[in-house]
């Protein structure tokens, strides 16, 4: 059992650049989300999926995209990078009727 | 929509003592979950302790322990005999347990930063 699985762990962008944060889960869970981590802030939540299919904002979306083809797998581009994207990226996921959410490892994401 | 607030940025105790983190929340709600979560410096987000609103009944797990009072919407994290490893920062979280939508995640306070002196 893996639980959440984000790839990759480290990753340095320059400007104007696009990649995919990857995220799976093994666990069937239905809800999954992407939040931003910057110091002093919290984590901020950038989208999330209630299921296969469907996705919608949350607080920061701005420059991202994400996509829920299948249960497991949750996706972050990010479009075009900008240095004000360098964060701590964190996909966490839960069951739609239970309370627990289960955290990714992170992301830190650099952009120069 | 709710909120999510420590006051506390960084709070230090020495080795063996207690310490109390703080956190308040706003909400309508009256079915939800609290939730204290713990970063060390690797990073990994941890579940410390869970509370469900409609217990009055206060959440404890072994040395972590909180005092939920849902009338002042205050939710504090005692950590009884600190230990190094304790070091990290903390995140108080609310989660709704309305199912649907936005409703289901997780929304949290900016952190407390823990650090445990020998």
């Known amino acids: 059992n893996a639980g959440v699985t984000q790839t990759p762990k480290f990753q340095v962008l320059k400007t104007g650049q696009s990649m995919t944060l990857q995220c799976a889960q093994d666990m069937n869970h239905e809800y999954m989300s992407w939040y931003r981590q910057d110091p002093g802030m919290g984590l901020r939540l950038i989208h999330y999926?209630?299921?296969?299919?469907?996705?919608d904002q949350g607080e920061v979306p701005n420059g991202y995209n994400v996509s829920r083809s299948t249960t497991e797998d949750f996706p972050l581009r990010l479009l075009s990078a900008a240095p004000s994207q360098t964060s701590v990226y964190f996909c966490?996921?839960?069951?739609?009727?239970?309370?627990?959410?289960?955290f990714g490892s992170g992301t830190r994401l650099t952009v120069v | 929509a709710q909120t999510v607030t420590q006051s506390q940025p960084e709070m230090s105790v020495q080795e063996a003592e207690t310490v109390t983190l703080s956190c308040t929340y706003d909400?309508?709600?009256?079915?939800?979950?609290l939730f204290w979560y713990k970063q060390p410096p690797s990073r990994q987000m941890i579940l410390v302790i869970r509370?469900?609103?409609?217990?009055?009944q206060n959440a404890t797990e072994n040395r972590f322990s909180v005092n939920f009072q849902k009338a002042a919407k205050s939710f504090s994290l005692k950590i009884s005999d600190s230990q190094l490893g304790d070091t990290a920062m903390y995140f108080c979280?609310?989660?709704?347990?309305?199912?649907?939508?936005?409703?289901?995640?997780?929304?949290f306070g900016k952190g407390t930063k823990l650090s445990v002196k020998p």
């Open positions: 999926s209630v299921g296969a299919g469907i996705t």
């Open positions: 966490a996921s839960k069951k739609r009727r239970r309370g627990g959410y289960t």
């Open positions: 909400t309508s709600e009256n079915n939800y979950y």
């Open positions: 509370q469900e609103a409609y217990k009055q």
């Open positions: 979280a609310f989660l709704s347990r309305r199912y649907g939508g936005s409703q289901g995640n997780l929304i």
